[in-house]
């Protein structure tokens, strides 16, 4: 799946090994700093970082690598789950999910069947088509959820009892 997940834009004029090999270090540089700043951010609280420049950074990164890369990419789709964190955590509930939206379906191929980082994906566009007032969407957003927990963590368990109470409750 190497070749799915570090997919490269079609384009008329396909991008140079060395384009590639530039951009791949790009990114592997931005997501480290984004570390550091989210580092700052969230933990040491000294000098914090504003939210609105963690969301900046995200979304430059994103213009600048979707001139080479594919949005399955798993550089993109790494800076993808960086902004629709910082929407979750700025209360910008539309923006999160347009990148949730954006994430599931590589998270989908990318990952084994029945993992946990697709089922968490699908929790997390779940309550928030719940909060958006789209419910329909966020119950089968939330059943897919279910369902690939009770096969990752068995049909028992009490973190699936409180998805299904979640669902019942709205």
């Not at 070749?3 to 530039?22: C, F, G, M, Q, Y």
């Not at 270090?25 to 914090?48: Q, S």
């Not at 979750?88 to 069947?113: C, F, M, N, T």
């Amino acid at each position: 799946q190497d070749k799915e997940k570090l997919e490269i834009r079609k384009l008329n004029d396909p991008p140079s090994a060395e384009t590639v090999r530039d951009m791949i270090k790009y990114a592997r540089n931005v997501i480290e700093e984004f570390r550091r700043a989210k580092h700052y951010k969230y933990i040491l609280c000294l000098t914090p970082t504003p939210p609105g420049l963690l969301l900046e950074i995200c979304e430059l990164s994103l213009e600048k690598m979707g001139a080479v890369f594919e949005e399955s990419n798993v550089y993109m789709l790494h800076m993808m789950y960086q902004a629709m964190g910082v929407c979750l955590y700025v209360q910008d509930w539309e923006g999160a999910l347009r990148y949730g939206q954006k994430i599931i379906r590589p998270y989908s191929k990318h990952y084994p069947s029945y993992s946990l980082n697709v089922a968490s994906m699908w929790l997390k566009l779940g309550r928030l088509y719940v909060a958006l007032e789209n419910r329909p969407a966020g119950v089968k957003a939330l059943k897919t959820a279910i369902a690939i927990m009770e096969v990752a963590h068995g049909k028992d368990h009490p973190y699936i009892s409180e998805i299904k109470k979640e669902l019942e409750d709205h």
